[in-house]
C-alpha cells in the first residue's frame, strides 16, 4: 500500500487528567531506516502513560510525543535498513511511544510475531509487561527455579506476567493484592499464596508462609512505603528489584543492616530509556524462551477491558481506580 499521509491520533491538551485527551488528526508518522510502519489495530494501556499524560514522564529524545508504548497490527511500510519484517507481517512492538494512534513506526528490533492463535487485542497485551518482567524479575533479578519470589500489585498487568512466568520456569510465588477478589485471581493465576495488603502486614505473612527464610526474590513498584517491609521479607542472598514508584521514590526509615547481614542486593531499571539494540536483545530471549509458553497455553495475557481509540479517557480512569485485573487495552483498527 502508499504511505497514509494523516492518521487519527490521541494528542492531549497540555498536562492534566484524562480530560485533556482527545482523538485529532495529523501527519502520519514516515519509519526511520530501522524502523517498520505499523497500522495499529490494538494498544496497551499502561502506567508510564498516565505519567507521561500528567506531564510526569517526558518522551525521551526523538520518540513520538503520543501515548502509547505497545502495539499490535500488520507492517504496512519498512525502512532501508530493515531485514526480517515485510509489509504483510502481523507484529507486536514495544514502542518508544506514539501507540495511541492508526499509525505508529516501532524499531524492527523490538517487534515479535503473534503468538500462534493470538488475535490483535491479546497481541497487543505483551510487549510492556514481557519486556518489562523478563528484564526485571529474570535478568536482574535471576530468578531460579526452585526459588520463592514476593510479586506485588499481582493483578495489575506486570503482576500477572510475573506469576505466570515465575511459576510457569518453577518458582514458589507469593503475591500482594489489595481486595479478596484479586487475591483469588492471584491463585488461580499460579500463585502459592495472596496477601491483601488493605489486611494484612506482607512482610509478617511472609515470614509465616516461609518459616521465617523469607523470599529470594521481590519484584516491587510500590516504592518508599514498602521498602523496610521488603528488606525484611528478604531471605540470605535476596534480591530487591524495583521497577515503579507508585507510592513515592523516597524512603523514611531505611534500616540498612539487612542489606549487610543477609547480603542483599537492591537493583531496578526502567525500560523506555534502554537503547534499541538492549531491546532487542530481551526481544530475542523473549521469542526463544517465552514465545513458546505463550503458544502452549502456560502464559498468556488477561484482559480487563477493551475500549475504542476514541474512549482513551475511560480508558485511563478506570486504572487510576486500580480495580482491573490485568489488561487495559484500545481497539484501534482492523
Known sequence: MTHPETMQYIGTDGAGGPEVMRLMTGPAPHPRADEVLIRVAAAGVNRPDIQQRRGLYPP???????????????????????????????????????????????PEAQCLPWPRGYDAIRAGALPETYFTVWANLFQLGRLAAGERVLIHGGTSGIGVTAIQLAAAFGATVYATAGSDEKCAACLRLGARAAINYRTQDFADEIARLTDGAGVDVVLDMVGGPYAAANLRSLAKGGRLVLIAFLGGPKVEKFDLTHVMTKRLTITGSTMRPRSTAEKGAIAAELREKIWPLLEAGRAGPVIHQVFPLAEVEAAHRLMEISTHIGKIMLRVGG
Open 60 to 106: 525521551p529524545p526523538n520518540a513520538s510525543p503520543i501515548l502509547g508504548l505497545e502495539v499490535a497490527g500488520e507492517v504496512v511500510a519498512v525502512g532501508d535498513d530493515v531485514r526480517r519484517l515485510r509489509p504483510g507481517d502481523h507484529v507486536a512492538a514495544l514502542t518508544n511511544g506514539g501507540g495511541y494512534a492508526e499509525y505508529c513506526a516501532a
